[in-house]
């Protein structure tokens, strides 16, 4: 990818997101997304299995009784097929689309999201100091913050190599809307299988979401010094490598099982063994693990914020305990892709100062992890 463009927008977001916290712009997101959208579908060839998916994109054809594809679910050929048929075949626009279509399912996810903590926020007045520093209740489109968030690291490595997961998580991340939600309806409930079955057509990983909508359901608040605890082991598992015989012994178990060997298969063709050991220590974990202390250290309460720090825990559990299997982060990404959003609640209780400190270390970092598998 061009560094300097992608560097060049997130400036712009910096840019944007103080304009919309003094001010109500509506659909200022409309222009970041087609943004993106463009600087997506613009990358090289070289950028990873980009070349797979132009292959796919040529060599399949518009009937949908021809399925000749067998490496990739029914879902995203049928998928394929529209885009090719709207687009005429042009490949540049195809990966538009698809990117489009990642981004306004998460935007309309996190205006859920926005809605339902905004609304819990509400019944505290205490909370109602939130307006003071960057005017969250009083503005409905409030979206370039959780937006950057998102395309920090996720946004760009779903939307610029794992294609068909990228769009699965976005299919997950709009069912937990409705699975946070304090009562559901008969709806709800329907929405949230309709959402997971249809990730699943798509790539059939999408079966970890019914545990991420399982830990959203549950009304589950430790306590601080709880979390402090279940923290802190998570570190000691992780840098001891206390698990490494665990990570072996899950995945063969798993191999072993006809009705796990799907997800199983699915995650050790990407490169041929998943219980391989692997050695040294994953940046990506210590990030996410350290801020994991800030989040659980800030005040906040909350059940949305609770529940979706569960799930981004239970990432972190599972990125210690199978830290020796290896592609373990085609599991983690699941819940750890909740990071944004969580991010996105930590940050809009902060002051000014502490604001602009934490959300550039934020951007930055995760700019980092990405760019360097993008190349």
Known sequence: MNIILVLLFVIGCFLF?????????????????????????????????????????????????????FYFETGFQIF????????????????????????????????????????????????????????????????????TLYIAFFGIYLNAIVLRVGITLSLVVLSSCFAIKEKKSLFDYFVIFFLIVLGYYFHSTSLIGILIVVLLSLKVKFEKRTYLIIWFL?????????????????????????????LATKLSSYDGNVVQELQGISMKFVFFWIMGLLLILENVKSEIYS?????????????????????????????????????????????????????????????????????
């Not at 072996?248 to 006809?258: A, D, E, I």
Request: include cysteine; glycine fraction near 4%.
């Open 234 to 262: 998570i570190g000691l598992i992780y840098f001891t490598n206390f698990s490494a015989w665990l990570g072996n012994s899950v995945f063969s178990f798993m191999l072993s099982l006809n009705e796990l060997t799907i």
């Open 17 to 69: 997101t103080q304009i919309e916290r003094k001010y109500v712009i509506p659909y200022l997101n409309c222009g970041f997304i087609m943004l993106f959208c463009l600087l997506l579908a613009n990358r090289s060839m070289n950028v990873p299995d980009t070349d797979a998916y132009f292959a796919h994109f040529v060599t399949t054809t518009t009937a949908f009784d021809d399925f000749g594809d």
């Open 80 to 147: 394929v097929k529209m885009l090719k048929i709207i687009t005429r075949g042009n490949f540049v626009l195809y990966l538009g689309l698809i990117t489009l279509t990642n981004l306004l399912i998460i935007n309309y996810s996190i205006n859920l999201i926005g809605k339902l903590f905004r609304a819990e926020q509400e019944k505290n007045i205490l909370d109602f100091t939130l307006v003071d520093y960057n005017g969250f209740f009083r503005n409905p489109y409030f979206a370039i913050l959780p937006l």
């Open 307 to 375: 529940k979706y720090l569960n799930v981004y825990i239970t990432g972190l559990v599972l990125f210690a305990l199978f830290r020796s299997v290896l592609l373990i982060e085609r599991v983690t990404d699941y819940f750890l892709l909740f990071s944004f959003v969580i991010f996105y609640l930590y940050m809009i209780l902060q002051k000014p100062h502490r604001f602009w400190l934490i959300y550039i270390f934020l951007i930055a970092t995760q700019l980092v992890f990405v760019l360097r598998i993008t190349k």
